[in-house]
């Protein structure tokens, strides 16, 4: 690489091995270098298998780290889409030492869709770590993180190579409480609307013929938390969604089903809790309580983590800001949840 400096703007060049690594790298029509132009703040031409980036010195520098790293993989057959680009861009930025193949290369699942599933964030490799090597985790973070997607994918990963011999996926009933009794049809009817998103992550992965195989064998179940009352879950793979509105009793009745040779995976966001006024959520007191016992590990995630579409880590941070404003003017009636 060749740097010029001339004035605040500082000129950095690099050459790219291969062509068909270099197109991928750069994308149809540029698209790679747009994003990291928009991200960054530089200028990108390319000329050939020959870069030159352009803008204030930090930025040429991360961006050829992101160029960088994003073309090791590419020779080694990555698919590189548009959002890698970005999450590049995001895992880089706030670590000097982070590497991408570390992250990206980390293959978690094949769905029957031809789909691999990997960790695209620093935190999401750090979760997925951790669920390898401890039976009990808790991923706490917003919306959008992958908290709930990448342990489904990891509990089919383990069933798959028969490391347990059924999946157990559970959910607070909250809106329902005690009311399930009252409302028409059989279980499945009343709490299925609850658990609705457990079903899609599991058809986002397999196919639905097998799904319902699995389902209907019951090495799958997917069940309301309340129903997890009395059993004891031996060569299991648990993982309870929406923990935040689950009570402390709840909590403290989930977590004592453990059995030997099983694994459990407890996510939420403590920042939508749904209980009653006065209810405290279980999520929050097993986060204060379990961090640093033997076994148990517990992840956070961040705004940075979010996957989901753009907009959706925009909104909340619009949100965090209304949140913050309102607690300057009212510390204590906007007391935010200890985490």
Same mark, same amino acid.
Do not use: E, H, M
């Given at each position: 690489m060749e740097n010029r400096s001339s004035g605040k703007t500082n000129t950095a060049k690099m050459v790219? &091995? =291969?062509n068909e690594a270099a197109r991928a790298l750069v994308g149809e029509f540029n698209a790679n270098l747009k994003i990291l132009e928009r991200r960054l703040d530089v200028t990108v031409h390319g000329r050939g298998n020959e870069l030159s980036i352009s803008g204030e010195a930090e930025d040429v520098h991360l961006a050829r780290r992101v160029l960088s790293e994003l073309h090791k993989l590419v020779e080694e *057959?990555?698919?590189?889409? #548009?959002? &890698?680009?970005e999450l590049a861009v995001r895992i880089l930025s706030g670590n000097e030492s982070a590497r991408l193949k /570390?992250? $990206?290369r980390d293959q978690i699942f094949v769905s029957t869709k031809k789909r691999v599933i990997t960790p695209k964030t620093l935190n999401q490799k750090r979760y997925v770590d951790a669920i390898r090597k401890f039976d009990l985790v808790l991923g706490v973070g917003p919306a959008g993180t992958g908290k709930t997607y990448l342990a489904m994918a990891m509990a089919l990963s383990a069933l798959t190579r028969a490391e347990v011999n059924r999946i157990i996926l559970a959910r607070p009933a909250v809106e329902a409480g005690e009311?399930? *009794? $009252?409302? #028409? =049809?059989d279980l499945y009817e009343k709490v299925n609307p609850y658990l609705r998103p457990l079903y899609d992550a599991l058809h986002e992965m397999m196919d639905y /013929?097998?799904?319902?195989? $699995?389902?209907?064998?019951g090495t799958i179940e997917v069940a309301p938390l309340a129903y997890m009352? *009395?059993?004891?879950?031996?060569d299991a793979f648990i993982i309870l969604d929406e923990a935040q509105n689950s009570t402390r009793e709840q909590m403290k009745m989930f977590l004592t089903r453990l059995g030997f040779r099983s694994k459990a995976v407890v996510t939420g966001d403590i920042t939508q809790i749904d209980l009653p006024t006065g209810t405290s959520s279980g999520l929050i007191e097993a986060k204060e309580i379990l961090s640093g016992i033997d076994g148990i590990q517990v992840i956070v995630f961040d705004r940075g983590d979010v996957i989901r579409h753009p907009l959706v880590q925009e909104i909340i941070d619009a949100y965090e800001r209304l949140d913050r404003r309102r607690a300057m003017r009212n510390p204590e009636a906007h007391a935010q949840p200890v985490s």
């Open positions: 790219l &091995d =291969g *057959g990555y698919p590189l889409y #548009p959002n &890698d680009v /570390d992250i $990206f009311k399930l *009794g $009252f409302l #028409p =049809g /013929d097998q799904a319902s195989k $699995f389902l209907q064998r009352r *009395g059993r004891t879950l031996n």
